[in-house]
């Protein structure tokens, strides 16, 4: 049975293209069979319709303009997102299945289980120091601010 895909659907893969995303990747990301896509973009001729628009931009204002740079560069953002996504579900797999091990056997798996903690560490950014890059932390002396000042522990200023 073939389903309905709403006109709002189609606004936003014909934008998603518009941006440069291929259209059997947004067929992919959206659930839709590609097929479907390529077609509706042929007879709709999103192609044309898309090269006449940045065609007119670029004669109105230059400055609003996706450069082809901006659009591959959000296309791998988006890609890179979905690649970590995958690898953290790959990291949950495989401590869930270690879970289930009895003792003896973790002991044996011991290298392949080093692997995931280092794939999971790289893919969540952990890392083995609790502190953030760049972190800073100023720690008052009370005495050195005492003898600065010309103060005594009371607050009472010394003659």
């Known amino acids: 049975m073939r389903r309905k895909i709403a006109d709002e659907i189609w606004e936003q893969v014909k934008t998603a293209h518009a941006s440069g995303i291929g259209l059997r990747e947004i067929a992919r990301n959206m659930g839709i069979p590609a097929g479907t896509v390529l077609a509706r973009a042929k007879r709709e001729g999103w192609t044309r319709e898309i090269q006449n628009a ?14 082809p ?17 995958r690898m953290a579900g790959v990291s949950e797999r495989g401590v ?58 009371h607050g009472i200023a010394q003659d």
Request: hydrophobic share 40%; net charge neutral.
């Open 96 to 153: 869930d299945h270690i879970e289930t091990m009895d003792g003896p056997e973790i002991l044996t798996s011991v290298d392949q289980i080093d692997k995931l903690d280092k794939v999971a560490r790289r893919t969540f950014r952990l890392d083995d120091n609790p502190l953030p890059s760049g972190f800073t932390l100023n720690v008052l002396n009370i005495n050195s601010l005492e003898n600065r000042l010309g103060t005594s522990g």
């Open 69 to 85: 740079v901006e659009a591959v560069a959000a296309t791998l953002a988006e890609r890179g997102k979905r690649h970590l996504k």
């Open 54 to 67: 940045k065609a007119l931009v670029k004669r109105e204002n230059p400055a609003l303009a996706v450069t």
